[in-house]
T-cell receptor, first 112, second 112 residues
């Protein structure tokens, strides 16, 4: 089986712009979670989607949003980018949301 | 609080055993995980342990869980240079779900 894939792998944006990141889970997995990794804050949970519904949410401002499609693929969007949004954004999938999560390679976002 | 703690650095010689420690926060956590992250990469699942177990062995990896002290450790036998990476422990919330809380990560350096 193919693993979790994320696109794009690298992205450079400027302050005030918005960005959309994409995640394709392992085939058959219905739960997708997103995490932000920064040197200062470490790995932090953003949100989880299951069957096209947001099931869990972390402590991030409303500028961070996501969605999941019927084929379980997920996107996350960050609007009005700030310098502090520069990070590695990781997506993880699991079968039903109760089991082990498998992570993708991440999208590295740089905000200038 | 929700801090999962790990020591920042560990240096070992090739062929020795490495022990990476983690103190987690929630005694009712269901699953506890160890992930490995190599430079520029996502998270690779190494192993996990269910909260009703004390020990789990998987080839060179041994996980020990002390629920009373909320202490988790990962022992890597016969450590190799390819084991150099950052190791994260993570706890899953009680009742399941994918909102993992990660530790700060331990950078393992394997010297010849």
């Amino acid at each position: 089986k193919a693993g979790v894939t994320q696109t794009p792998r690298y992205l450079i944006k400027t302050r005030g712009q918005q960005v959309t990141l994409s995640c394709s889970p392992i085939s058959g997995h219905r739960s997708v979670s997103w995490y932000q990794q920064t040197p200062g804050q470490g790995l932090q949970f953003l949100f989880e989607y299951f069957s096209e519904t947001q099931r869990n949410k972390g402590n991030f401002p409303g500028r961070f949003s996501g969605r999941q499609f019927s084929n379980s693929r997920s996107e996350m969007n960050v609007s009005t980018l700030e310098l502090g949004d520069s990070a590695l954004y990781l997506c993880a999938s699991s079968l039903l949301g109760q089991e082990t999560q498998y992570f993708g390679p991440g999208t590295r976002l740089l905000v200038l | 609080g929700e801090d999962v703690e790990q020591s920042l650095f560990l240096s070992v010689r090739e062929g020795d055993s490495s022990v990476i420690n983690c103190t987690y926060t929630d005694s009712s956590s269901t699953y506890l995980y160890w992930y490995k992250q190599e430079p520029g990469a996502g998270l690779q699942l190494l192993t996990y342990i269910f909260s009703n177990m004390d020990m789990k062995q998987d080839q060179r990896l041994t996980v020990l869980l002390n629920k009373k002290d909320k202490h988790l450790s990962l022992r890597i036998a016969d450590t190799q240079t390819g084991d150099s990476a950052i190791y994260f422990c993570a706890e899953a919330p009680p009742g399941g779900g994918n909102k993992l809380t990660f530790g700060t990560g331990t950078q393992l350096k394997v010297e010849l």
